[in-house]
């Protein structure tokens, strides 16, 4: 089909609103999904921060280390400037003093090392405490235990998954009806009358509209309903553009030179999956770790476990039901494309 260029296309205000409408709801569902990678992100860092392998954790064992090693050189110390305070107590001898001042200067250096080990220890053990060991919700401006960071991230992403489970049906909806809209509005012999007068000042400005022949009269409504024809199809595929605008991790075809590969388009799954990932990394790290929750608070540890898995189950179920949406809504648009952006199934049931 010909698209028609530089041509007034008289598109219809009541359509081009249903469209906005539509385009509306798809932002409301993509900022559901901000939210939900938000979060999702968030608990990955979170857990990442907490492992016992984790940069924070390395530099207090290294500082630990080092510590207990000036200790040791300090008790060293310590014995030799005892050792050399006995033996020489009633010897004046240069020698032998220079040599317990060497050791008490050493001695007094340990000591400042110590000390300042210690401070950077205590500095770490802080941000440990303030940060690893706890998750900090952002715009609620409170935090949680590490160990419940299953539950409070678990139940998080499943009210989101259960809202944008929500949104994306509506926005499938919207969709639908707007193309029904497109489809019914602009049928291939719409507004055939007004059309009639353009393309005979176009194409009969210098010729009289009168035919003596049946052939001329055929050739000329063949002509027109070409001209018609085009007209509703160049109108159907500009609403057609105005929706696709507005779709981010959707990709529509907008025309032979421009196909997504199907890499692209899988690719575009990912994110929808981002929930399910972290949920199910924070269980499987929790099952890893559970013998040191259980030293700890036994009662506690299974109840995390428990509503883990729960959440898990919740999300995975949720997550497939919107993988699902998604796919219905790639072959929505593509129907539509393929079809010359009409809505095959006209059926007003959702």
């Known amino acids: 089909m010909i698209d028609i260029k530089g041509f007034d296309l008289r598109t219809d205000g009541a359509i081009q609103e249903t469209c906005r409408v539509a385009n509306e709801s798809t932002g409301l569902t993509r900022s559901v999904l901000y939210a939900i990678v938000f979060t999702s992100v968030l608990s990955i860092i979170a857990l990442w921060n907490s492992r016992q392998e984790s940069w924070l954790n390395l530099r207090i064992k290294y500082i630990s280390d080092q510590k207990a090693l000036a200790i040791d050189s300090l008790l060293d110390s ?25 050791f008490e200067h050493g001695y ?22 303030e940060n690893s060991t706890r998750f900090h919700i952002p715009v609620f401006g409170t935090s949680t235990d590490v160990n419940d960071l299953g539950i409070t991230a678990g139940m998080a992403l499943s009210i989101l998954m259960f809202i944008l489970l929500f949104t994306l049906g509506r926005e499938y909806n919207n969709l639908k009806i707007a193309f029904l809209s497109i489809t019914e509005r602009y049928a291939d012999d719409c507004d055939t009358k007004y059309f ?46 105005y929706l696709s605008m507005n779709e981010i991790f959707t990709l529509p075809t907008l025309s032979n030179n421009y196909k997504p590969s199907a890499i692209r388009k899988l690719s575009t799954y990912v994110i929808w999956l981002s929930p399910l990932i972290a949920q199910a990394t924070i269980f499987l790290f929790d099952l890893q770790t559970r013998k ?17 898995a729960v959440f898990l189950v919740f999300i995975s179920f949720t997550t497939y039901a919107c993988v699902r949406k998604k796919f219905e809504f790639s072959l929505l648009w593509d129907n539509f494309y393929i079809n010359q952006y009409k809505l095959c199934n006209n059926s007003e049931s959702y």
């Open 78 to 102: 310590a014995r030799t400037v005892a050792m050399i305070k006995c033996q020489f107590v009633d010897d004046t001898c240069c020698r032998e003093t220079m040599a317990m001042a060497k």
């Open 108 to 129: 007094k250096k340990l000591r400042y090392r110590i000390i300042d080990l210690q401070m950077q220890l205590d500095k770490l053990l802080k941000v440990e405490a």
């Open 196 to 241: 009639k007068e353009q393309f005979d000042e176009i194409s009969l400005r210098d010729k009289p509209v009168e035919f003596t022949e049946v052939s001329q009269i055929e050739q000329y409504n063949e002509k027109l309903t070409s001209f018609i024809k085009a007209i509703n199809y160049t109108r159907r595929k500009h609403h057609y553009n």
């Open 292 to 308: 040191a929750g259980m030293d700890l608070n036994s009662d506690a540890t299974i109840r995390a476990l428990i509503l883990d």
